[in-house]
């Protein structure tokens, strides 16, 4: 079990630590513009692949689907 000054100490050197990496951060941060956003996105994104195919992708959203019945009341005749 730790003592109330070792946790302090530790406490103090996560300080220290969290001082170093934001200026660090705030020396090395470039921004670069980003012509087109979906080129971004899809440049992080150029690592994964779907194995399924097409038809089992559908299959899964078709299967996913389920019946809402937001709305119901507005149309039924009981509010007309």
Known sequence: ???R???LRRLEAVAN???ALRAALAEGWTETPVEDA???FLAKCEGWEDTRSPEEII???YAARTISHR???LFSEETV
Do not use: K, N
Request: no cysteine.
């Open 1 to 3: 079990m730790s003592t």
């Open 5 to 7: 000054e070792e946790a």
């Open 17 to 19: 630590e969290l001082v």
């Open 71 to 73: 709305g119901v009341a």
């Open 59 to 61: 299959a899964e959203i």
């Open 38 to 40: 979906t080129q971004a």
